[in-house]
């Protein structure tokens, strides 16, 4: 996932508007170069031909721009939904497992407590970097699903909480691969060629018309450039919906870690064992289970 690993160590912002100006300046330089040159008088004659042509080429190339911005906010606005539920439904199952018995109760609320605390750790840092999961939130999430399997209700409350508890834990692990999908759902080659050749062509054929102004030329061709420009920056900053600086925080799954400390200090319907030494995660390999 090299492109992946790029995107997580640039400055967006900063690459960004470096970007916009020098595109902005190379489109202004161009247009003063144009102006000046022994051809453009020539060129210029068949601006009643260029203006049939370029307001075509300009709504073609305004409609896939502007789908493929949506679509790319679309994705990263799906990927902040996904982290979200998620940690909403992590919240629900440590809600849910209070109506179970004690050692249950526990035993769920350690195995949810470390999955957070394996995602803090480690899968986010992976999804930035790799765009994967890692083996340490794999193995949280595996030892989940495990200590559910051994749970017996004790009686027909238990019974309705542990079934909501499993239907929590299912949309867990749907929400879990929706959000590791999107993070490497970018946006096609061939697209980012066409945004690209059709930027330049958009930008290069007004250059051709002649005017009188020529000034008033040259400062809409740099504000049109700075618009395409601009436009490409946002494709490529929402592109990654967990890298660079324009990114899906985590502080949802902080705010769950926060939520579960604070019930366990308020909850004393169960006797709770000295807490264990804090532990240091190993992140392990890169999985997407």
Not at 138 to 151: A, C, F, G, K, L
Not at 207 to 235: D, P, Y
Request: aromatic share 12%; proline share 3%; net charge negative.
């Amino acid at each position: 996932m090299q492109q992946i690993d790029f995107m997580a160590l640039i400055p967006t912002w900063q690459v960004g508007t470096a970007f916009i100006i020098l595109c902005v300046l190379s489109a202004v330089a161009a247009t003063l170069f144009v102006q000046r040159t022994s051809w453009f008088k020539r060129v210029t004659g068949n601006t009643e031909l260029i203006g049939l042509i370029y307001p075509m080429i300009g709504a073609i190339y305004g409609v896939v721009l502007a789908f493929t911005i949506v679509l790319s906010w679309q994705r990263f606005a799906d990927a902040e939904a996904h982290t979200a539920s998620e940690a909403t439904h992590l919240s629900s199952m440590y809600r849910n497992s209070q109506a179970l018995s004690c050692n249950h109760q526990l035993l769920i609320e350690e195995k949810l407590t470390h999955y957070v605390q394996a995602f803090s750790a480690c899968e986010w840092n992976s999804l930035s970097i790799a765009g994967e999961g890692s083996s340490s939130a794999v193995d949280s999430y595996e030892s989940i699903w495990s200590t559910y399997s051994q749970i017996v209700p004790v009686d027909y409350n238990a019974q309705k909480f542990y079934e909501a508890g499993i239907t929590q834990l299912n949309e867990l692990g749907i929400q879990r691969r929706y959000r590791i999908s999107s993070a490497t759902a970018v946006i096609s080659t061939v697209v980012w060629v066409f945004l690209c050749i059709g930027g330049i062509l958009t930008i290069t054929i007004p250059m051709l018309v002649f005017t009188q102004h020529k000034k008033t030329q040259v400062a809409l061709n740099g504000v049109m450039t700075f618009i395409i420009a601009f436009s490409l920056w946002i494709i490529a900053a929402l592109q990654y919906p967990y890298s660079g600086d324009v990114s899906v925080s985590d502080e949802a799954f902080k705010r769950v870690l926060t939520s579960f400390k604070e019930r366990q200090e308020r909850d004393h319907s169960c006797p709770t064992e000295a807490p264990d030494t804090p532990q240091r995660l190993s992140c392990g390999e890169l999985s997407f289970e």
